[in-house]
Protein backbone atom coordinates (compact mmCIF):
# COMPACT_ATOMS: atom_id res chain seq x y z
CA UNK A 1 0.00 0.00 0.00
CA UNK A 2 1.78 3.10 -1.22
CA UNK A 3 1.63 6.27 1.41
CA UNK A 4 -0.48 9.35 -0.12
CA UNK A 5 1.74 11.94 -1.09
CA UNK A 6 1.19 15.42 1.02
CA UNK A 7 2.36 12.53 4.08
CA UNK A 8 5.09 11.73 2.06
CA UNK A 9 5.53 15.56 1.67
CA UNK A 10 4.94 16.06 5.35
CA UNK A 11 7.81 13.23 6.40
CA UNK A 12 10.12 15.35 3.90
CA UNK A 13 9.76 18.17 5.37
CA UNK A 14 10.19 17.08 9.39
CA UNK A 15 12.82 15.13 7.70
CA UNK A 16 14.78 18.27 6.92
CA UNK A 17 13.37 20.39 10.00
CA UNK A 18 14.77 17.90 12.28
CA UNK A 19 18.52 18.12 9.90
CA UNK A 20 18.57 21.86 10.35
CA UNK A 21 17.80 21.53 14.13
CA UNK A 22 20.93 19.18 14.30
CA UNK A 23 23.05 21.23 12.39
CA UNK A 24 21.88 24.41 14.42
CA UNK A 25 22.88 22.40 17.43
CA UNK A 26 25.89 21.91 16.10
CA UNK A 27 26.96 24.80 15.14
CA UNK A 28 25.83 26.50 18.57
CA UNK A 29 28.06 23.96 20.72
CA UNK A 30 30.88 24.96 18.24
CA UNK A 31 30.73 28.89 19.16
CA UNK A 32 29.89 28.18 22.31
CA UNK A 33 33.21 26.51 22.40
CA UNK A 34 35.04 28.87 20.81
CA UNK A 35 33.64 31.81 22.74
CA UNK A 36 34.64 30.23 26.14
CA UNK A 37 38.12 29.70 24.97
CA UNK A 38 37.82 33.38 24.20
CA UNK A 39 37.07 33.64 27.82
CA UNK A 40 39.26 31.63 29.03
CA UNK A 41 42.06 33.21 27.00
CA UNK A 42 40.94 36.89 28.12
CA UNK A 43 41.10 35.87 32.20
CA UNK A 44 44.64 34.62 31.65
CA UNK A 45 45.68 38.08 29.98
CA UNK A 46 43.94 39.63 32.63
CA UNK A 47 45.82 37.71 35.89
CA UNK A 48 48.89 38.71 33.55
CA UNK A 49 48.17 42.06 33.39
CA UNK A 50 47.55 42.11 37.12
CA UNK A 51 50.35 40.81 37.86
CA UNK A 52 52.16 43.11 35.79
CA UNK A 53 50.68 46.22 37.53
CA UNK A 54 51.45 44.59 40.66
CA UNK A 55 55.08 44.03 39.35
CA UNK A 56 54.80 48.20 38.06
CA UNK A 57 53.59 49.24 41.66
CA UNK A 58 56.50 48.09 43.27
CA UNK A 59 59.13 49.27 40.71
CA UNK A 60 57.32 52.86 41.27
CA UNK A 61 57.57 53.35 44.99
CA UNK A 62 60.89 51.85 44.70
CA UNK A 63 62.02 54.66 42.30
CA UNK A 64 60.01 57.17 43.84
CA UNK A 65 61.27 56.99 47.44
CA UNK A 66 62.54 60.25 48.69
CA UNK A 67 66.14 58.60 49.81
CA UNK A 68 66.43 57.60 46.01
CA UNK A 69 65.39 60.88 44.53
CA UNK A 70 67.54 62.62 47.12
CA UNK A 71 70.64 60.31 46.20
CA UNK A 72 70.17 60.79 42.62
CA UNK A 73 70.12 64.67 42.89
CA UNK A 74 73.12 64.97 44.71
CA UNK A 75 75.25 62.26 42.52
CA UNK A 76 73.68 62.98 39.47
CA UNK A 77 73.00 66.68 39.53
CA UNK A 78 75.27 67.63 41.96
CA UNK A 79 72.72 69.42 43.63
CA UNK A 80 73.24 70.45 47.50
CA UNK A 81 71.43 71.89 50.16
CA UNK A 82 71.39 75.71 50.05
CA UNK A 83 73.32 77.26 52.70
CA UNK A 84 71.73 79.82 55.70
CA UNK A 85 73.42 83.00 53.59
CA UNK A 86 71.67 81.53 50.59
CA UNK A 87 68.40 81.18 52.05
CA UNK A 88 65.61 83.81 51.96
CA UNK A 89 62.37 83.96 53.98
CA UNK A 90 59.68 86.21 52.49
CA UNK A 91 57.75 87.66 55.45
CA UNK A 92 54.47 89.77 55.14
CA UNK A 93 56.00 92.71 56.60
CA UNK A 94 59.00 92.47 54.19
CA UNK A 95 56.62 92.31 51.53
CA UNK A 96 54.69 95.21 52.40
CA UNK A 97 58.38 97.36 52.97
CA UNK A 98 59.19 95.89 49.37
CA UNK A 99 55.90 97.15 48.04
CA UNK A 100 56.01 100.39 49.43
CA UNK A 101 59.23 101.12 47.81
Known amino acids: MATPWPRRLLTLVLLVLVLVSAFSVVGVTYQSR ?3 AQLESMRQQGQSLE ?3 GRLLLEESAFSSPARVERLAREQLKMTEPGSD ?13 ASR
Open 51 to 53: EQW
Open 86 to 98: QVRWLGRAQNEQE
Open 34 to 36: VRY
